[in-house]
C-alpha cells in the first residue's frame, strides 16, 4: 500500500494545518471529507493573492465547484508590530532572505499579537456548492493544499496577511540600515535614550502586579550533560536529554491547557511514540509492548489524541440509537450491505465506524487483519460515512 498522503513537509507548512485543525476555530467534523478531497487531486487553479486563495473543485456534479477563501490582512499598526519583530535580530532578516521562516520569529510574532498563522475568524471562506456548511468539504480540501503553498515558499503566509515578498524584504532592509550605519561608525539621526534615573523609578507607585508572560510556542531545549551517568544506573546522557525535553514539553502542554496529567502507561506511551522524532522500536522495546501495536497506538494519538487511543483499543455497549443512526447513513452514502453490528463497532466491508465514549464516531480503515484510525473525530456518522479511497 502506498504511503498516505500528508500535508505540510516544513515546520512553517505543519504550522498551517496545526492552526487550521486546532487554533482558526473551523469546525472539526468538517474537516475529514475535505483531506479526502485534497489526496485524491480534485482541486486544481489553486492561487494564492493578497488575502485571498482561489480554486476550483471537482465534486459530484460535471462543472468545478469555485472556491474563494479570504483571509483578515493585517491592519497597518499589526504590520509595524510583525516587521519591528522580524527586524530586530539580523538572523530573522537573513533566514527570509534565503527563503525560510525561523520558528523563534513566528512564535515572536504572535506572543505580540500580529500572528501570522490563520486564528478564529480570519478565513472567510465561500464556495459555488449547495452545501451551506462552513467549511464545506471543497473548501476544507483548498485549506489543506495550502500548505503545500506554504512549503514552497513561506512567504505565502506574509501574502495572505496582505503584503507580498518583494514589500516585506525591502521595508526589513529599510529598517536594518540604521543599525548598519550606527555599527559602522557613522552618526546617529535618533538622539540616545537618557533612560531613567534611581530617584524616577522609585518615586513610581505600582498599580497592578505585572501580567503573567504567555505560554511560549515551543518548550525550550533540555540541559546539554557533558558526561554520561554511572553505567550501573543503565542510562545516557542521551536517554536523560529526551526523558527532560519530553518533560518540557509536556510542562508547556499542561500550561496550555491541551495537556494531562493523569495519563495511564499506554496514554504516556502512545504519547511519547507520537512524538515526530520518537524511536518507536526502542520505545516498544523497553516498554515491552509489540512494536506494531505501538506503532498503531501512536498513530491513533497523532489522529485524535486521548480519545483516538481510546477508540482504537476499547470495545463497550452503548444504546441501540447511535448504532442504529450509523447503519442508516452508511446505507444513505450508498455503501452496500451487508452491515455487521458488534459492540460500539458499526462495520461494511474494509470500512468500520466506532462510537466512542465521549459520543464522537470514530473512522477506522482496515489493512490486512489490522484496523487504523482514519482521521480526526466527527459527531455525526454521516460525515464519515463515505467508501475507503473514494473523495465523496
Known sequence: MPPRRTFGNTWWGRAWVEALEHRASVDPNRLPRGRT????????????GAGEVTARVRGSRPQPYRVKIRMREFTPEEWETLLDVAGRRLG?????????????????????????????????????????ANPCKHVAAVYYLVADEVDADPFVLFKLRGRPRDEVLADLRARRAPAARAASGATSVR???????????????????????????????????????????????????????????????????????????????????????????????????????????????????RPGLAALRDTWTPGAAPLAAARADLAEAGLPDPVKTWRNRVTQGPLQLRYGRDHRWYRFLRSGAAWSLDGPPATRPLDLAYPPGDPG
Open 191 to 305: 538622539p540616545p535614550d537618557p533612560g531613567l534615573t534611581p530617584h524616577r523609578a522609585y518615586s513610581r507607585r505600582v498599580t497592578a502586579p505585572p501580567a503573567l508572560p504567555p505560554v511560549p510556542a515551543e518548550p525550550g531545549p533540555p540541559a546539554v550533560l557533558d558526561l554520561d551517568p554511572p553505567l550501573s544506573t543503565g542510562w545516557t546522557a542521551g536517554s536523560l536529554s529526551t526523558l527532560a525535553a519530553d518533560a518540557a514539553s509536556l510542562a508547556r502542554e499542561l500550561l496550555a491547557g491541551t495537556g494531562a496529567v493523569d495519563l495511564t502507561f499506554e496514554e504516556d506511551l502512545a504519547r511519547r511514540a507520537a512524538r515526530p522524532a520518537a524511536d518507536v522500536l526502542a520505545l516498544a522495546a523497553a516498554a515491552g509492548v509489540a512494536a506494531p501495536d505501538l506503532a498503531s497506538w501512536a498513530h491513533a494519538w497523532r489522529e485524535a489524541g
Open 92 to 132: 530573522h532578516t537573513a533566514a527570509l532572505l534565503d527563503g525560510e521562516l525561523p520558528e523563534e520569529l513566528a512564535a515572536q510574532s504572535r506572543e505580540a499579537g500580529a500572528d501570522l498563522l490563520p486564528g478564529p475568524g480570519d478565513l472567510r471562506p465561500r464556495c459555488s456548492c449547495p452545501d451551506s
Open 37 to 48: 478531497y485534497a489526496r485524491k487531486d480534485t482541486v486544481s487553479e489553486l492561487s494564492v
